[in-house]
């Protein structure tokens, strides 16, 4: 990648204070800078950096003052961070722009690879499975029979998706993550042990993303769904049969048990745990640690194991730390 500050200015629809043909090939914090490389600044903590920055353009808010010379070349617009995040995104589609499939790559004949597509070495495509246009298939992916991936998905290294599973458009799924692995069914009573076959799959729907090393089972009839816009943190276990609503946010380390339906609009922080048989209603909002046993409300914020609504937790945790002089208050009202 190499721009000039003239070219980053007009893709941001900016203005160049400094030498227009200052040149950039890589992206940098402020504070390290260094020859060629372009960086932002948002955060008015990081001002002092821009006075004495190596970096060869920064991008900056057209409406900051400065108060001494640069030796930087600045590229002015109407918002740094939101011009920035453009860029990394630029930049992080050339450097993953990969093309063609490599002769080490196994795919079945039956198999279908549209216009586009890139498949690495040592990735494993099956029978029937069909890749719609500019999918990618980083190399070490297991791509089972009977598997759809829609338009400009990407499995990357070691992606492995079971059979008959459905990804839709514009998903990303990153290393190590699972798809479609059997549910934790086994009989009880007579025949305790018995494995329950889960014959389902797994649905994501368009605009899916899940991090590394996450485990999405397989419905034991019917399917497991993501629904449009989810996005999901590395580590995260999602059991047979659990809808996750539209947009709905998930932080690293949770864990949801079967049959649970979670709305739209969520969020959840780190290390939630949801019990199995659940409704979590629209725009539910869960605190990091908790562990959520009951249905909950629209709208309402959760905390605590097991989790109860935030406000009266939080009124509940100041009777608590101070629970040692309540108990001994009593002991001293008892012995009167």
Known sequence: MQFTAKQIADLLQGSVEGDADATVTKLSKIEEGGTG?????????YAQYVYNTTASVVIIGKDFELSGPVRTTLVRVADAQGAFAKVLGMYNTIKLDKRGVSPQ??????ATIDE???VGALAFIGDNVILGKN?????????GDNVTIGD???LFAGVKVYSDCVIGKNCIIHSGTVLGSDGFR???????GQKIPQIGNVVLEDDVEI????AIDRATLGSTILRKGVKFDNLIHIAHNVEVGENTYYAAGGVVAGSTKIGKNCMFSGQVGIIGHLKIADGTIIAAQSGISKNTKAGESYMGSPAWEASKYR?????FRNLEKIVERIDKLEEK
């Open 37 to 45: 490389s372009l960086s932002f600044l948002a955060n008015p903590a």
């Open 105 to 110: 790559a196994a795919i079945a004949e039956s």
């Open 116 to 118: 586009g597509c890139y």
């Open 135 to 143: 999918v990618k298939i980083y190399p070490h992916c297991y791509v």
């Open 152 to 154: 400009a998905t990407t």
């Open 186 to 192: 086994f009989a009880v009573g007579p025949d305790a």
């Open 211 to 214: 991090g590394a090393n996450c």
């Open 315 to 319: 009124k509940s945790y100041i009777h």
